[in-house]
């Protein structure tokens, strides 16, 4: 295949993440609304370009008192920092379909170069003749690296969340 723009089905993607709880269980969540902007030849991303933003307002940890409180000033501050973005600025290959994707991340204000491990799944026609490619993301990142640095001491030691944030997406992408 070319390079050609890939605009994102947001029925058959995600952006998921975890956490650890009180660091003996992970909770995990999603962000439900989220767009891109992808210029990419699938079988080859070497000489892609990946834009992502995410609305924050749109976490969800199946508890919305939790969502409440990560969507305020203790965490994300939403209201000030609506969107979380990515933006590609090198990618690497490793193995046949795997790509290290280097780009600048910003979290509640405050952007770092962080790098994914993305995956080609593959590519085919749907039953309406749209062309679709697959592709899925895997990372760490430290929250506190964001200035996400909410935290309480547990009494039997420890803190009541940890500071790395695993992330997983998952994309199906639709030839534009």
Same mark, same amino acid.
């Not at 956490?19 to 999603?30: E, R």
């Not at 940890?61 to 994300?76: I, Q």
């Not at 090198?90 to 193995?95: L, N, Q, V």
């Given at each position: 295949?070319?390079?050609?723009?890939?605009?994102?089905?947001?029925?058959?993607?995600?952006? *998921?993440?975890?956490?650890?709880?009180?660091?003996?269980?992970?909770?995990?969540?999603?962000?439900?609304?989220? !767009?891109?902007?992808?210029?990419?030849?699938?079988? *080859?991303?070497?000489?892609?370009?990946?834009?992502?933003?995410?609305?924050?307002?749109?976490?969800?940890? #199946?508890?919305?008192?939790?969502?409440?409180?990560?969507?305020?000033?203790?965490?994300?501050?939403?209201?000030?920092?609506?969107?979380?973005?990515?933006?590609?600025?090198?990618?690497?290959?490793?193995?046949?379909?795997?790509?290290?994707?280097?780009?600048?991340?910003?979290?509640?204000?405050?952007?770092?170069?962080?790098?994914?491990?993305?995956?080609?799944?593959?590519?085919?026609?749907?039953?309406?003749?749209?062309?679709?490619?697959?592709?899925?993301?895997?990372?760490?990142?430290? #929250?506190? *690296?964001?200035?996400?640095?909410?935290?309480?001491?547990?009494?039997?030691?420890?803190?009541?969340?940890?500071?790395?944030?695993?992330?997983?997406?998952?994309? !199906?992408?639709?030839?534009?």
């Amino acid at each position: 295949m070319s390079k050609t723009n890939w605009a994102i089905d947001p029925t058959h993607s995600s952006i *998921d993440f975890s956490v650890k709880h009180m660091m003996i269980a992970n909770v995990k969540g999603s962000f439900h609304k989220f !767009e891109a902007t992808v210029e990419a030849d699938p079988q *080859d991303l070497t000489t892609a370009s990946i834009e992502f933003k995410v609305d924050v307002s749109s976490i969800d940890t #199946r508890n919305a008192d939790r969502d409440a409180h990560l969507r305020s000033p203790d965490f994300f501050d939403a209201e000030k920092y609506p969107s979380i973005t990515f933006k590609s600025t090198g990618i690497a290959a490793k193995d046949d379909g795997e790509y290290d994707v280097t780009g600048d991340l910003t979290i509640h204000g405050v952007t770092r170069p962080e790098t994914f491990l993305v995956t080609f799944e593959g590519a085919g026609k749907d039953p309406w003749g749209n062309e679709k490619a697959g592709f899925s993301g895997k990372g760490k990142i430290k #929250r506190s *690296d964001y200035g996400l640095t909410y935290n309480a001491v547990l009494e039997a030691g420890g803190v009541l969340i940890g500071d790395d944030i695993k992330i997983s997406i998952d994309i !199906e992408g639709v030839k534009a």
